[in-house]
C-alpha cells in the first residue's frame, strides 16, 4: 500500500498537495465521492477523499504547481469558465469552490455531452452551449456577476474573446486567467512574438497583465496571463 500523506496547499484555498516541493502532486477534495471524471485517481486519507489532479490534463493545475503570485480561490467564486470541454478541469474547479457557482461554456456539441454526464451531479456547475466569442449569446444563464473568467479555447483571437467576455460580465474586481496556445493563433510566427502581441492586445484595452506564466513542461505551446482591468490593484 502506498503511504501518501496530503496536506493543505499553504497558497491556494481547497487545493492540497503531497510529496516533497520539488515534485508535488495536487489534490482536491471530491465534491462528489466515489465519482472519477477523467480516470484520476482516488485516495482516502484521514476518512477524506481526494482527487488526484494531473498537471498534464489541466491547464489550471499546471498554473499552481507553476507557484503564480496571485491567489483567485476562494469558496463562493463566481466563474465564467471558456472552453469547458468535457469537464477535467472544471470538475476540479467544482471541488475547490464549493459555496459558488461555475458556468461552463463549450461550442462542440460531442465535448458538451460529455461535460454534462461528467458533471450533472455537481450542482455548482452549469453546462452552456455556447460560442465564446459572442458573450452575448449566453447571457439569459448567467444569473451573477463574474468574479474570475478562467480561458482555455483554441481560436485565433484568444485575447479579444477573453476581452469580449469581460467588458460582459467581469466584476470591477474581477480576474482573468487566459491560457494563450501559440498555435492556435498563428502556426507560422515565433511563439514569443505571439504572446507580445496578445499582451499588447490586453493592454491597449485598458488592462493589466499581473502575471505571465509558462507552462511549457505540461502544455506545449502555452502561456497563462493572469490579467486585471486597470487601476485595479
Known amino acids: 500500500m502506498i503511504n501518501i500523506e496530503i496536506r493543505n496547499h499553504p497558497k491556494f484555498y481547497n ?6 516541493q520539488e515534485n508535488l502532486k495536487l489534490y482536491t477534495k471530491n465534491l462528489t465521492l466515489g465519482n472519477r471524471v477523467y480516470g484520476e485517481r482516488l485516495i482516502n486519507y484521514k476518512g477524506i477523499e481526494y482527487r488526484e489532479w494531473d498537471p498534464f490534463r489541466s491547464k489550471l493545475a499546471a498554473i499552481l504547481l507553476e507557484k503564480p503570485i496571485t ?6 467564486l463566481k466563474c465564467l469558465y471558456l472552453g469547458a ?3 477535467t478541469t472544471i470538475s476540479h474547479l467544482s ?7 461555475i458556468y461552463g461554456i463549450e461550442f462542440a456539441e460531442r ?12 450542482a455548482n456547475i452549469v453546462p452552456i452551449l455556447g460560442d465564446a466569442r459572442y458573450p452575448e449569446s449566453y447571457s439569459n444563464s448567467i444569473f451573477t456577476d463574474i468574479d474570475l473568467i478562467y480561458q482555455d479555447v483554441s481560436q485565433p483571437n484568444q485575447a479579444e474573446i477573453a ?3 469581460s467588458n460582459y ?9 487566459v491560457a494563450i496556445k501559440s498555435q492556435s493563433i498563428d502556426s507560422i510566427t515565433k511563439s514569443e512574438k505571439i504572446y507580445r502581441r496578445e499582451r499588447d492586445i490586453f493592454e491597449k484595452s485598458g488592462y493589466k497583465i499581473i502575471e505571465s506564466i509558462n ?3 505540461y502544455a506545449a505551446n502555452h502561456i497563462v496571463l493572469i490579467v486585471k482591468k486597470k487601476g485595479i490593484s
Open 169 to 177: 460580465y467581469l466584476n470591477d474586481e474581477g480576474t482573468i486567467i
Open 215 to 217: 507552462i511549457h513542461r
Open 85 to 87: 470541454s468535457s469537464g
Open 71 to 76: 491567489s483567485f480561490l476562494n469558496s463562493n
Open 163 to 165: 476581452i469580449f467576455n
Open 111 to 122: 465535448s458538451m455531452r460529455q461535460l454534462i454526464q461528467n458533471t450533472t451531479i455537481r
Open 95 to 101: 471541488d475547490i469552490i464549493h459555496d459558488g457557482i
Open 15 to 20: 487545493v492540497y498537495i503531497s510529496g516533497p
